[in-house]
């Protein structure tokens, strides 16, 4: 299967920093990647990265065959590249149907489909953005990349912060999104073990480079790597004391 999403030895950061050294990774159309690590490895870099909103050094990226690189941000999402930032980044001041139809280009998802796919949005859609609880804010932030019909989303942290019963319909979403839509995506998510369970491979930044690569159903199964890079353990995440 050809790849959709192309990285290719890239190395990027902010201002003179490198974040990112010589990192590569691809990404089949219809296949979904769960980008892990612990905090300030790079993995927000990377999708930041792909987005086009860091510095770039040096490496490619392709889309489909296409070189998007040298491209602005509004150029790779014009391309194909979907994006869900950590911030959300709806408009707070429009009601969330606006919120849509502001943004949706020709395809499968209409905002039909998403308020399908969100009833909470559909019940709320003459609600402003800041009328909607964080859980709310991320479903429309996911809906609104929905509407552009990317070839490829990217997530970071999207269950962050949210109440438990929120970060379960968020999961059955973009499961359906996922596996049953076949969107391709790539996710950043601290919780390895919930989002394992959502996509087909996986892979493991430490320091800005590629430390581990598995199939996500593997990978849940790894203790031994979950833990070592990953501090995950059976009753959950390792805490780490900070040494005086």
């Known amino acids: 299967m050809p790849d959709l999403l ?3 030895r890239l190395s990027a950061g902010y201002g003179e920093a490198v974040v990112l050294s010589g990192i590569s990774l691809s990404l089949a159309e219809g296949q979904s990647l769960a980008l892990l690590g612990r905090n300030g490895m790079g993995k927000t870099t ?3 990265s792909i987005v086009g909103v860091t510095r ?8 489909d065959g296409l070189d998007i690189t040298r491209l602005r ?5 014009h391309a194909g590249v979907g994006w869900v930032p950590q911030e959300r ?4 001041s429009l009601t969330v149907h606006e919120n849509l139809t502001a943004v949706a280009q020709p395809g ?6 998403v ?9 709320r859609r003459q609600n402003l953005g800041n009328q909607l609880s964080g859980g709310e804010q991320q479903m ?22 949210l109440a438990p019963i929120i970060v379960e319909e968020l999961l059955g979403a973009l499961r359906r999104i996922i596996r049953e839509e076949g969107m391709s995506a790539i996710l950043v998510e601290q919780n390895a073990k919930k989002i394992l369970g959502v996509t087909d491979h996986a892979i493991i930044i430490e320091r800005g480079a590629v430390v581990h690569a598995a199939a996500s159903a593997t990978l849940l199964g790894d203790r031994a790597a979950l833990e070592t890079h990953l501090g995950v353990t059976d009753s959950g995440p390792r805490r780490f004391r900070n040494k005086k």
């Open 108 to 113: 499968r998802w209409t905002t039909h489909k």
């Open 73 to 77: 941000p509004d150029q790779r999402a």
């Open 140 to 161: 429309l932030a996911v809906a609104r990349a929905l509407v552009l019909n990317p070839r490829v989303m990217l997530l970071d942290e999207p269950l962050e912060g």
């Open 89 to 92: 980044n709806i408009f707070k």
């Open 46 to 48: 990377l999708i930041n």
């Open 6 to 8: 192309s990285v290719d």
């Open 115 to 123: 308020y399908e796919l969100f009833p909470r949005l559909d019940e």
């Open 56 to 63: 770039y050094f040096s490496g490619t990226i392709a889309l």
